[in-house]
């Protein structure tokens, strides 16, 4: 308990570089809780107030943490085409509801080199026609990449939109084979 009464859960965090650009990882006691694009010095501050009110206490960077340092392996393996799922504890807790059930979805029923279209993804989880609440659902998704929101795409064969930018879908989707490299 912090000295308002409130439970506290440390926060780890830790900014790995990728091939898509520097990723932010944090992780509670629970797992991986939030995978953060373009982790710049304002975005890193931005999100680790944002975790120190939702927590309850200041995020420590540790990237030895165990989580931390196995969520970087596995993610280093994957944008070196070594690794197609990721076998890692997730804290849910930045999601909840509707939102948190179609991400459930997405990371356990769309594999590696596969895309789903907005509308059956809200068919599979029982809404038909709730294509756009996925599209907020995608967009409130707070582990992007090991839940893996870029193989989310319109019906038409659009890519739809992306919360790190539509190149960085582009990038994702050409690793696991979706769509051609670009030629230029």
Same mark, same amino acid.
């Given at each position: 308990?912090?000295?308002?009464?409130?439970? +506290?859960?440390?926060?780890?965090?830790?900014?790995?570089?990728?091939?898509?650009?520097?990723?932010?990882?944090?992780?509670?006691?629970?797992?991986?809780?939030?995978?953060?694009?373009?982790?710049?010095?304002? !975005?890193? *501050?931005?999100? #680790? *107030? $944002?975790?120190?009110?939702?927590?309850?206490?200041?995020?420590?960077?540790?990237? $030895?943490?165990? !989580?931390?340092? +196995?969520?970087?392996?596995?993610?280093?393996?994957?944008?070196? &085409? *070594?690794?197609?799922?990721?076998?890692?504890?997730?804290?849910?807790?930045?999601?909840?509801?509707?939102?948190?059930?179609?991400?459930?979805?997405?990371?356990?029923?769309?594999?590696?080199?596969?895309?789903? &279209?907005?509308?059956?993804?809200?068919? $599979? !989880?029982?809404? /038909?026609?709730?294509?756009?609440?996925?599209?907020?659902?995608?967009?409130?998704?707070?582990?992007?990449?090991?839940?893996?929101?870029?193989?989310?795409?319109?019906?038409?064969?659009? #890519?739809?939109?992306?919360?790190? &930018?539509?190149?960085?879908?582009?990038?994702?989707?050409?690793?696991?084979?979706?769509?051609?490299? /670009?030629?230029?």
């Amino acid at each position: 308990m912090d000295s308002h009464g409130q439970d +506290e859960q440390r926060v780890v965090w830790a900014v790995v570089a990728t091939d898509i650009g520097p990723l932010m990882l944090a992780a509670t006691r629970n797992g991986l809780v939030n995978v953060v694009f373009h982790a710049t010095d304002a !975005v890193r *501050e931005r999100t #680790l *107030e $944002r975790l120190a009110a939702r927590f309850g206490g200041a995020p420590v960077a540790d990237p $030895r943490a165990p !989580v931390l340092a +196995e969520a970087i392996r596995q993610l280093r393996a994957y944008f070196a &085409g *070594e690794r197609q799922d990721f076998e890692l504890p997730l804290d849910w807790s930045l999601i909840s509801g509707f939102n948190r059930q179609v991400l459930r979805e997405l990371a356990s029923g769309v594999p590696y080199g596969s895309v789903v &279209g907005y509308g059956d993804l809200a068919g $599979r !989880v029982g809404q /038909p026609g709730g294509a756009q609440a996925v599209g907020a659902a995608m967009g409130a998704n707070p582990l992007p990449v090991v839940v893996p929101c870029h193989r989310v795409v319109e019906s038409d064969g659009g #890519l739809g939109g992306f919360g790190g &930018g539509l190149e960085t879908k582009r990038r994702l989707l050409a690793l696991e084979g979706v769509l051609p490299e /670009p030629l230029f």
